[in-house]
């Protein structure tokens, strides 16, 4: 496995598999750092994500349906796509809802940022 240096930090470390894209190391203030970094980023880049922020954090926190939505994001898709589909989906049910998952979307987005 290739060795990434950290854009933070500057250690090397090995990337996630699934996260070709990662330019943060797994420690804390990294990651702090990056979502930092990747929130500025998506503010300035994106009107479109600015305006369904508050959208979105509110579907997420309503515990949505996230069956498709994790499917979607193992094969790579962008969470603001992901989200406004499950923002646009109908059966949003509360009960498939896990936290986990929410993690792992936030997650993944970040690193695709
Ligand atoms: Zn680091």
């Not at 980023?41 to 349906?65: G, H, V």
């Not at 406004?84 to 509360?94: E, H, L, Q, R």
Request: glycine letters at 2%; one cysteine or more.
């Amino acid at each position: 496995m290739t060795k990434l240096r950290c854009a933070h930090c500057n250690d090397l470390f090995t990337p996630a598999p699934q996260v070709p894209k990662q330019t943060y190391c797994s420690k804390p203030k990294c990651q702090k750092e990056r979502r930092k970094q990747w929130q500025k980023n998506r503010l300035q880049s994106d009107p479109d994500y600015r305006a369904n922020q508050s959208r979105a954090q509110k579907a997420w926190s309503e515990k949505p349906s996230l069956k498709g939505v994790e499917n979607r994001v193992r094969v790579g898709l962008d969470l603001t796509d992901v989200a406004k589909a499950t923002i646009a989906s109908d059966d949003v049910n509360t009960s498939n809802f896990t936290s986990p998952v929410i993690d792992i979307l936030e997650e993944m987005s970040m690193y695709c940022a």
